[in-house]
C-alpha cells in the first residue's frame, strides 16, 4: 500500500471512529481530552461534532492551522507525561472521552509511551468513559469495544471504562 493509501485510510478511520464515540458519549457528561492536537485537525472535527462540550488539548507544541487553536485554559502546553499527570485542579471533572493521537510510528518510543500513558489515562477518564487511542494502552478496568465496520485490525483501540 502506498503512504498515499495509508494516509487516507489512517484519516477516514478517525472521521469513522470520532463520529461513532461521538454518538456514545453524548449519554456520557464531562469534558474531552485531546491528547496531541497537531494540525488541528482531528480537534476541529470533535468541536464541530460535539459542539458545546468542553475540550481540553494537550501539546508540547503550537503547530496547528490558525483557525485550530485552542481558547485561553482549554490548550495545555507541555509534555503530556506531565501535564496530564497534573490537570485535575485545572480540568476538575474527569473526562467523559479521550482521544490520543500521539503515536510516533517508531517502535520502541511506542512502547514507552504506551507504559507511562496507560495508566494517567486510567486516572484522568470517569466510569462509563471512552478512550480512542491509536496506541494499544493496558487498561484492566475497562472493556475494549467493537470498532464499527471498516476499521482495519490494530489500527486503532477503543476502550470504555467499567
Ligand atoms: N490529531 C492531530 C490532527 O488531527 O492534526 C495530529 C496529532 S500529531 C500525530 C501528534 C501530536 O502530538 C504532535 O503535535 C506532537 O507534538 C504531540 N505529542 C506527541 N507526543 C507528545 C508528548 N509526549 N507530549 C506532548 N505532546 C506530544
Redesign the pocket.
Known sequence: MSRLDSFIRRLTA?KILLEHVAEQVKEVPGPIL??????????DHLREILPGRDIYV????L??HPSCIPEGDFMIF????D?LAFCEPRIGEKAAFI?A????GDPTTDLA?QSWLSPLIDDRCKPGGYVLSGLALDLPGFEELEKPEGIRPGRYHLYRKK
Open positions: 478517525q485531546e491528547l496531541g492536537l497537531g494540525n488541528g485537525r482531528t480537534y494537550f501539546d508540547r507544541d503547530a496547528c507541555g509534555e503530556i507525561r501535564t482521544h493521537d500521539i503515536g510516533s509511551t
